[in-house]
């Protein structure tokens, strides 16, 4: 069975910092990224990134986040820097099968950053 767990979820203050991360249990996605889903509101892309390493953002966080992967550990990393409120959020990972498109989900990780 596949799975994705996150971690490096907290709190922080605004302006602050924090690396998510996401271990998958196999190695054949081609796709690996982050979304979030704040209270009330669609989950949403913040960033994706393909095995040759492709990257796509969403507008709100250009400049301010960065996706990165380690194809020989299953590894996704999201630094996030100069994090604002509205980044307040839970965010999961996502990856997509190459040969499937079959897309998995973690469980989700808790962001919270205070004013």
């Known amino acids: 069975q596949v799975q994705l767990v996150e971690s490096g979820g907290g709190l922080v203050q605004a302006g602050g910092s924090l690396r998510l991360s996401c271990a998958a249990s196999?190695?054949?996605?081609?796709?690996m990224g982050w979304y979030r889903q704040a209270p009330g509101k669609q989950r949403e892309l913040v960033a994706r990134?393909?095995?040759?390493?492709?990257?796509d953002y969403a507008d709100s966080v250009k400049g301010r986040f960065t996706i990165s992967r380690d194809n020989a550990k299953n590894m996704a990393y999201l630094q996030m820097n100069s994090l604002k409120p509205e980044d307040t959020a839970v965010y999961y990972c996502?990856?997509?099968?190459?040969?499937?498109?079959?897309?998995?989900w973690g469980q989700g990780t808790q962001v919270t950053v205070s004013s």
């Open positions: 990134i393909l095995r040759g390493g492709n990257t």
């Open positions: 996502n990856a997509i099968e190459s040969v499937t498109q079959r897309a998995y």
């Open positions: 196999r190695s054949f996605f081609n796709s």
